[in-house]
């Protein structure tokens, strides 16, 4: 049998570490259900001990997802280990995960515990997780940064205590390929019970490097578990991509001989998905995920294609789920053909209530729009979870707004605050400035707009507009999403979600910062 490259995806838990990029309850179960439709084989669903709010997100995952390995994150501490457990009850399979950082600099400056203590700890950690499941990856922290003889020696002692996954961060990007993959290969030649585990690598794209990075290390130093998150989400430059280093491996099979479990028709749904709950958009050029990636614009290399595919592609765009926009729905579908479309998407709704009411919204686009597009219906799921909800602070009612050349525009927003309707009206440099200012006139929020950005979700001139827009307040930051046929009013909904997300002040521990 081939040997097996297992993927790790950890976008539910350093991805949403990334700035604006936290998630709530239900999108991380769509996310997970999406993840186990693609086959990944672990699954790291948040860091149980930073909030109520992730614990019970872990909880309803490690109940839903039956076919991956859920994990959670935890300090090298048994109240962190123990919430982990207690959150991962249900899962049919999963995986404790506790970490502590190892370099010289991080000991000293943000544990300020000596290397002795920091051995000691790690090893009373893996102890205590063994209380609780026989599957425990323990990681150090900044590991390519730190001592190896030191490094050395707190691997075996976590081994012995019966660590089964060793993972070896670059916390900070800073690795060469060479560089990385020699110290994953001697750390496993030093370790005397090195056999014992299964070595991983889990890299930060600070200076790009984090896909070859972890390629070489799987190639050269023998580690056989990529840590990565979709499109690369994370904090700073991100992390590994999973779609790059899943395709690469795949493509490149005669170089890296390796087999995974993943279902690559799945990526693009995936990709599509993870960026629309987030808000971070995916660059046009970047591999096998952007809107460019299998588009030929160059007459010769149209030409080429035309002839014989495997003239400019290494890929098929249908293997990793690009499908031509298909047009799935239209006004005339009824409920049940909603429904099931819904169930191909791996979109369970809870109650009846629910499917009628994403039902009623989609029969509103249908009215507006002739073709509906999965990206249509995705939008208007994440619309209901991004703040069109009952519940919020406030609701998105009604725009008007009116642009004339050489004119400062106008803008009307109805929208609800705790349930009342109120009206917002200002003038503004354009007709989204001026959109942003009327709901900011009856606001007053005191946040800081940090990011706006405008995608078509398909193609044409028909399509919907998402907007993301990233408000920062008082050291926090939040993305708000918003969808609609008028980009405008797009604007408004993504910023009235945005200030709810800001609204909702949630409190949580970044695993790493403390
Ligand atoms: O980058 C890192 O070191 C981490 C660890 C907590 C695994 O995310
Ligand atoms: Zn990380």
């Known amino acids: 049998m081939a040997d097996r490259l297992i993927i790790f995806d950890t976008t539910l838990r350093d991805g949403e570490q990334s700035p604006g990029a936290s998630m709530r309850r239900e999108e991380k179960i769509r996310i997970a259900r999406q993840l186990e439709r693609m086959k990944v084989d672990v699954i790291e669903a ?16 490690a109940l839903q997802i039956k076919d991956s390995v859920i994990c959670s994150l935890a300090r090298a501490n048994e109240r962190d280990i123990a919430r982990a457990a207690e959150a991962l009850k249900p899962a049919g399979q999963f995986r404790i995960h506790t970490f502590i950082a190892t370099s010289a600099l991080h000991m000293e400056k943000k544990l300020r515990m000596t290397p002795q203590q920091v051995h000691e700890q790690a090893r009373l950690a893996v102890r205590f997780a063994r209380r609780f499941t026989n599957d425990i990856e323990f990681s150090s922290e900044d590991g390519s940064r730190s001592d190896i003889d030191f490094l050395c020696r707190i691997l075996e002692v976590v081994i012995a205590e019966g660590a089964t996954t060793i993972n070896i961060p670059d916390t900070v990007g800073y690795s060469v390929p060479d560089g990385y993959a020699a110290l994953i290969r001697k750390i496993r030649e030093r370790v005397p019970n090195s056999d014992k585990a299964m070595f991983s690598v889990h890299c930060h794209n600070d200076l790009g490097m984090a896909v070859a990075n972890s390629l070489a290390a799987v190639k050269l130093g023998g580690a056989r578990q990529i840590e990565c998150t979709v499109n690369g989400l994370g904090e700073r430059a991100g992390n590994t991509s999973l779609e790059e280093v899943v395709m690469a491996v795949k493509t490149r099979r005669d170089y890296f001989g390796l087999e995974m479990s993943i279902d690559t028709t799945q990526i693009v749904p995936t990709s599509k998905l993870v960026s629309q709950t987030t808000g971070f958009v995916v660059q046009p050029n970047k591999a096998v995920v952007g809107a460019n990636a299998f588009a030929h614009a160059s007459g010769i290399h149209q030409d080429g294609v035309l002839k014989a595919r495997d003239t400019y592609e290494i890929m098929r765009a249908e293997d990793v789920g690009w499908s031509a926009n298909k047009i799935v729905l239209g006004k005339l579908s009824g409920r049940s053909a909603f429904k099931q479309r ?9 109650s009846e209530a629910e499917i009628n009411n994403a039902f009623e919204r989609f029969k509103e686009l249908a009215d507006r729009k002739a073709e509906i597009f999965d990206e249509d219906i995705l939008s208007i799921l994440s619309q209901e979870e991004h703040g069109v909800l009952d519940h919020e602070t406030y609701r998105f009612i009604s725009l008007s707004q009116h642009s004339e050349t050489g004119k400062r525009p106008p803008a009307k927003v109805v929208f609800a605050i705790d349930g009342s309707e109120t009206v917002g009206e200002a003038h503004g440099n354009g007709p989204v400035d001026a959109t942003l200012h009327a709901i900011e006139s009856r606001v007053n929020s005191g946040a800081e707009l940090i990011l706006y950005s405008v995608n078509a979700i398909t193609t044409g001139t028909q399509a919907q507009g998402e907007v993301t827009v990233r408000l920062s307040k008082a050291g926090r930051i939040v993305n708000g999403v918003g969808t609609d046929l008028d980009i405008v009013a797009a604007s408004a909904k993504a910023y009235i979600a945005a200030l709810n997300k800001l609204r909702s002040n949630v409190e949580r521990l970044n695993p790493q910062c403390s």
Do not use: K, R
Request: charged fraction near 15%.
């Open 46 to 61: 948040g860091f149980a001990a930073s909030s109520n709010g992730d614990f019970d997100a872990i909880q309803a995952i």
């Open 342 to 350: 819904l169930q191909e998407l791996s979109v369970a709704l809870d």
